[in-house]
């Protein structure tokens, strides 16, 4: 268990690439936290820094109140979960979790306690005695996660563990995950480009993008309050539509659309009056109405509810339908945006223009 704090951290490899700037985060003890970003953004270096596989160029990060910056790796008492699973081919599943206590001359009964222990967490039991290449790809992941429980660390990281695995699996992992952590209470940092993965697993998400962190929260505050429309767009399957409207009058207004500005945009919407900014709406916030008219281009039912890809002029407009809908290729339908749920931003700054 343990707490961790990062402070103007930034990296630049040695080829002059400045991966990350200035990042800053207090983690709690026993929060999952998840970077999340786009591939490149940052998310590995970061993860990295923390475990003292990359030299972090300045800045500090304490563990415990202790600072770690310049600590080797092997004593920062932190363990890692890649991609890649990273085991040894020729020793068995107990022989790999058990590999790190060993190398620690640790005692052999103690051993065989905490292997048997993180096995039955894990539902590994009958796997013990094979080989890794005699395993599926979920029980490898699992595998890899043992081996970091043996070694009790005051921090568990993981680098996008989940992305070899097929869809499915990797819906049953992630839950897997969830109990784990439920179980241990351990501080966890787990690094992904998967949205639903960082809603799913996080207590705090860090969205970041070309190295800069662009918002920390709770999954719900980053999801219902996006601080810009990088985050606006990044969080959220289908993504927010966006669109260009202009400020008039306590009105916003483009050539399909005429919506009052909400209540909650009132105070700071004045600044920008005949201004173009941009109207965020998420597709399950468009209902079924009477103010836009939205002509059909496809038609995807899911089950339960129906994404409808329409056009309003020429604006490519995703709605996502509670119930099942079976709108054809040209059908016109008009639809209201949900007043409460509209989100502006600045289309310069590209910055929220007021929150909650
Ligand atoms: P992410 O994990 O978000 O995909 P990374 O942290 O791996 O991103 O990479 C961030 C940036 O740093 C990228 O531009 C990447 O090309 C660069 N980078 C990563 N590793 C190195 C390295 N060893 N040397 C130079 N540049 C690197």
């Known amino acids: 268990m343990a707490d961790l704090s990062l402070k103007n951290i930034n990296k630049i490899y040695p080829n002059g690439v400045q991966a990350v700037f200035d990042f800053n985060l207090d983690v709690s003890d026993g929060e999952f936290i998840v970077l999340v970003g786009p591939s490149g953004c940052g998310k590995s270096t970061t993860l ?73 967490i894990l539902g590994l039991h009958d796997q013990l005695n094979k080989k890794p290449a005699q395993l599926s790809g979920g029980q490898r992941q699992r595998v890899a996660v043992g081996r970091a429980i043996v070694r009790n660390p005051k921090v568990f990281l993981f680098d996008e563990p989940l992305s070899n695995l097929d869809a499915k699996l990797r819906g049953s992992m992630r839950r897997e995950l969830m109990l784990l952590h439920d179980r241990l209470k351990s501080t966890m940092i787990y690094v992904t480009h998967d949205q639903t993965e960082a809603l799913t697993l996080a207590d705090r998400i860090v969205c970041m993008s070309d ?16 601080v810009n429309l990088f985050v606006a767009s990044f969080i959220g399957l289908p993504p927010m539509n966006f669109i260009d409207v202009t400020v008039n009058n306590g009105k916003l207004t483009n050539s399909y659309l005429e919506v009052p500005v909400p209540d909650r945009y009132k105070a700071t919407i004045s600044a920008y009056e005949g201004k173009t900014v941009v109207l965020g709406i998420r597709p399950e916030d468009i209902v079924v109405g009477s103010t836009v008219e939205l002509t059909v281009d496809i038609n995807e039912n899911l089950g339960q509810n129906t994404l409808v890809h329409g056009l309003c002029k020429k604006k490519k407009i995703t709605c996502k339908f509670k119930e099942w809908a079976e709108y054809k290729r040209g059908d016109i339908l008009k639809v209201d945006f949900k007043s409460e749920k509209i989100h502006l931003f600045d289309k310069e700054t590209t910055k929220v223009i007021a929150t909650k």
């Open 211 to 226: 190295g800069y962190v662009q918002q920390i929260g709770t999954p719900i505050e980053l999801y219902d309050n996006p």
């Open 48 to 120: 990295r820094m923390v475990a003292g596989l990359e030299e972090i160029s300045s800045g500090s990060l304490t563990i415990d109140g202790k600072d770690v910056t310049n600590m080797p790796p092997k004593d920062r008492d932190i363990a890692m979960v890649f991609q890649n699973y990273a085991l040894y081919a020729h020793m068995t599943v107990y022989e790999n979790m058990a590999f790190s206590l060993v190398l620690r001359h640790e005692d052999k009964n103690v051993i065989h306690e905490k292997v048997m222990q993180a096995a039955e």
